[in-house]
Nanobody
Framework: VQLQASGGGLVQAGGSLRLSCAAS????????MGWYRQAPGKQRELVAD???????NYADSVEGRFTISRENAKNTVYLQMNSLKPEDTAIYYC?????????????WGQGTLVTVSS
């Protein structure tokens, strides 16, 4: 199973982008879907995640600007990013965490580059 992320690109500060991430085939028992990002020279960090019960969690730096949502029937997660800032520039990775009998399994997308110019 592969996760395919799309929607990245170059945008001016203040602009918007919408990221999507879909699984190549059905993944059962997905609990949490999330987006992470990694900027040059920095560690990967959680941007936002959403549980199967639609409880959302956001990093303080994106709260109020980004919105995460999911379509379970399509095994797809979205990230609407508004009021983008240059510091949002990073490679964005999607993650699906699926429950398994002995814990969980993490699926990762290949990453999509978001560049915000000032």
């Amino acid at each position: 199973v592969q996760l395919q992320a799309s929607g990245g690109g170059l945008v001016q500060a203040g602009g918007s982008l919408r990221l999507s991430c879909a699984a190549s085939r059905t993944i059962f028992s997905i609990n949490i879907m999330g987006w992470y990002r990694q900027a040059p020279g920095k560690q990967r960090e959680l941007v936002a995640d959403i549980t199967s019960g639609n409880i959302t969690n956001y990093a303080d730096s994106v709260e109020g600007r980004f919105t995460i949502s999911r379509e379970n029937a399509k095994n797809t997660v979205y990230l609407q990013m508004n009021s983008l800032k240059p510091e949002d520039t990073a490679i964005y990775y999607c993650n699906f965490r699926a429950d398994r009998s002995r814990g969980y399994y993490d699926y990762w997308g290949q990453g999509t580059l978001v560049t915000v110019s000032s």
